[in-house]
């Protein structure tokens, strides 16, 4: 293994109705630096439920922002049947921070965004969402 690695972090951001997708993705980077190991490149998966300890703050996500910062390369969205809870700022923090990595990269920060949409099937009754 490279002493040395380069670490490429990626900020999943995502609501609670994908928790297994997030855990997927927490699988393949680990996959992936499988492969990289002698390459000197390493990827580091940040998320809300493995980055974040209960903290004072506004409202969650401002404790999310506090701890997670802006210290991330690539932003992950991934998205299907909730949209997130509202912030104060913005409508979730899922989009909270996706115009977190947007106003970054017209800064001309290097960083990417990439949104994912999950496709399975939802089953809607009168009062609550069947999966």
């Known amino acids: 293994m490279v002493e040395n690695a380069q670490i490429l972090k990626v900020l999943v951001a ?6 297994g ?12 630096n499988n492969l990289l190991r002698s390459t000197g490149i390493r990827f580091e998966m940040l998320s809300w439920d493995t980055h974040v300890r209960p903290g ?5 996500q401002s404790v999310i922002n506090e701890q997670i910062g802006d210290d ?8 299907w049947t909730r949209f997130g809870s ?4 913005a409508d979730s923090g899922t989009e909270e921070e996706f115009t977190r990595v947007l106003e970054r990269h017209e ?3 290097r960083v990417d965004a990439m949104f994912y949409f ?4 939802v089953f ?3 009062n609550k969402c069947i999966i």
């Open 124 to 126: 809607w009754n009168r």
């Open 86 to 89: 509202p912030t104060g700022r």
């Open 107 to 109: 800064r001309g920060e």
């Open 72 to 79: 991330y390369t690539v932003l992950v969205g991934i998205m």
């Open 118 to 121: 999950k496709t399975a099937l």
């Open 56 to 60: 004072l703050g506004r409202d969650a």
């Open 21 to 32: 997708e997030r855990r997927t993705v927490g699988a393949a980077i680990q996959d992936v």
């Open 14 to 19: 995502a609501p609670g109705d994908v928790q």
